[in-house]
């Protein structure tokens, strides 16, 4: 059950999928050295390795508890809290004028992998809290950026994001919690449910982010405005003064992610809890976006971490369980990693894993040039490949998760089925992660309908072009030279199944939607495969050049073509999905459902 940090393999993928060299150049992020952001890597992977993994088994087991109105985290969490915002790790990628470090989204990325394959509970936290920092530096106030920020970068305080309602799920626009105006602020009055570290024990205070309607606002999502509500109110100096009208009622008990407290939280029992508006009226929906989009690919990182996670154990496990002789006839029992179909299993979780890293990496330098490219051009070619990929990290990463943490479990056998072993806790945690920041059936229609059809496929086929002039040249290397038929296969059936969705799905959403998931997935399959591909090639080069460790480098260009003769013929069978499946499912009636 223990972790170490994939140091190698996140300095790879840095290097070969998202450019870090090229992203350190940008304006804003010179200090982002390859010596410094080495040091970040190795110093994350200690407290990692040192203080958050130990923790991961035993706080599944005690789970956060809620008694009196008081939520306790499990044994050291606090403790590990104070380390992790002593060390400054929340503040990484922000704004050096509110006390940020000011590092690429890149970096905090990689080691946002780290915290949260070492501790999925505990990295809930700064997850959102980042979230709700990117949120205000983009929608807040003068006066709110400095009261807030400062605390929030720190860690000192905590945030969260209040959508959902009892009767608002992912229908946001059905949500009944008000705020009237009252002088300089608002009076909040409602009740939010699944609020993510609503209340624990790690900050002093806790920043709610929470969307709420106003008298005469309009119906549905028009008419929703943010408010930022502190669990403590501010005195005129900056610190914390009095309790606000907000409360805990209760936490969820949960199939995973135990030690993370899951809130009810009522707002306003006695008269309305204090608010100040973000963003103007009736603007809630654009600014917590921001939050959502930061959200989920933060989340798709976590689904990449858990795989990583679990991939590690089920490794570990395979070459220390001794079952059964080899089919090669060697005497006596092996290792379980000598058993073809267990190689097989164990291939498929590091292709995998190492595919959807790839493809959150990819994602999250797309997010730093477009905020820090210089040519308004270029920021607005990588905003839309933002826009575009986003869904799919989120969605695309977190479905492997689910499945590297399952077949984790299958390598364990009967052991994977006892929890002493932590197998099944990862599978667990991984399970949420589909469904929330919007389930993946919602990326897949965002991906559809605000992504593909907003721009005509512009986007879409830009990335196509690139993707097929990025193919590596097998250049001698016959491993090389396996890849690019599969691959090419890949990139025209999702060339097909993107011109269906823009023609068949244009004229008809609901057939559209139909195929929006087999959709997402050939996405996140032919863009894993390419990506892999592209680590190869860099593989091979750096092997040619003789700089890096041989047989690491061949374990590259090997795990790119394991992916692509065994995993990418999937690409085929979604692609018929997306173009021939939507009138069977939309043919059977609600009774036959």
């Not at 990418?568 to 499912?585: Q, R």
Request: aromatic share 6%; net charge negative.
């Amino acid at each position: 059950m223990t972790y170490a940090a994939p140091l190698a393999d996140l300095r790879f993928a840095l290097h070969a999928i998202a450019d870090m060299p090229g992203i350190a150049g940008l304006p804003g992020y010179e200090e982002a050295t390859p010596d410094l952001v080495d040091a970040i890597l190795e110093e994350a992977g200690k407290l990692a390795g040192e203080v958050l993994a130990p923790l991961n088994h035993p706080g599944d087991r005690e789970g956060a508890v809620f008694e009196n109105g008081v939520v306790r985290t499990p044994h050291g969490f606090r403790d590990a809290y104070a380390r992790f915002v002593e060390g400054g790790w929340n503040a990484l990628p922000f704004d050096p004028d509110y006390g940020g470090q000011g590092m690429p989204w890149t970096l905090a990325s990689a080691v946002q992998e780290i915290w949260q394959a070492a501790n999925l509970s505990f990295g809930l936290c700064p997850l959102l809290t980042a979230g709700a920092v990117e949120l205000l530096q983009a929608h807040g106030s003068a006066a709110q950026k400095e009261i807030y920020l400062p605390k929030m970068i720190s860690g000192e305080w905590t945030a969260t994001m209040n959508l959902t309602e009892p009767q608002a799920g992912s229908d946001v626009g059905a949500l009944k919690t008000r705020a009237v105006p009252n002088g300089d602020h608002y009076l909040i009055t409602g009740q939010k449910i699944y609020i993510t570290f609503g209340e624990h024990d790690f900050a002093e205070n806790i920043v709610h982010m929470v969307l709420a309607r106003l008298p005469d606002a309009p119906a549905g999502t028009r008419g929703i405005s943010l408010f930022l509500v502190p669990k403590y109110l501010t005195n005129s100096d900056g610190s914390r003064g009095p309790r606000n009208d907000l409360r805990c009622v209760s936490i969820e008990h949960k199939l995973g992610v135990r030690a993370s407290p899951t809130a009810v939280m009522a707002y306003g029992d006695s008269g309305g809890a204090i608010g100040y508006l973000v963003g103007g009226e009736n603007k809630g929906m654009a600014c917590m976006f921001t939050m959502m989009n930061n959200a989920r690919l933060a989340v798709g990182i976590q689904g990449v971490a858990i795989a990583e996670r679990a991939y590690q154990q089920a490794r570990a496990y395979a070459f220390e369980r001794v079952q059964s002789r080899a089919l090669t006839g060697d005497d006596g029992a092996v290792a379980i990693v000598r058993h073809p179909d267990v190689r097989r299993m164990l291939a498929t979780m590091k292709a995998k894993t190492e595919a959807a890293r790839a493809v959150a990496l990819m994602t999250a330098a797309a997010l730093d040039r477009a905020k820090q490219e210089p040519e308004d051009s270029e920021r607005s070619r990588q905003h839309a490949l933002l826009d575009l990929l986003i869904p799919v990290a989120k969605a695309w990463c977190t479905d492997i998760g689910c499945e590297v943490a399952n077949l984790g479990i299958q390598i364990h056998g009967g052991m994977g089925f006892i929890e002493e072993t932590g197998a099944a806790q990862h599978y667990r945690d991984a399970r949420i992660l589909p469904i929330y920041e919007g389930t993946n059936g919602i990326q897949a229609l965002d991906l559809f309908t605000r992504k593909l059809l907003r721009d005509g496929g512009a986007a879409m086929n830009a990335l196509l072009a690139d993707l097929r002039a990025g193919l590596p040249a097998a250049n001698g290397n016959a491993a090389l030279g396996t890849l690019r038929r599969p691959l090419g296969d890949g990139l025209d059936h999702l060339e097909r199944a993107t011109g269906w969705m823009l023609a068949e799905g244009g004229e008809s959403l609901e057939r559209g939607a139909a195929s929006a998931t087999p959709y997402q997935s050939l996405f996140g399959v032919v863009l894993g495969g390419c990506l892999l591909a592209k680590a190869a090639g860099e593989a091979a080069q750096q092997a040619a050049d003789g700089t890096g460790d041989p047989g690491y480098l061949d374990g590259k260009v090997k795990t790119a073509r394991f992916y692509a003769e065994n995993l990418l013929g999937e690409s085929a069978a979604l692609a018929a999905a997306v173009t021939g499946g939507a009138d069977s499912l939309l043919a059977l009636s609600d009774e036959q459902l």
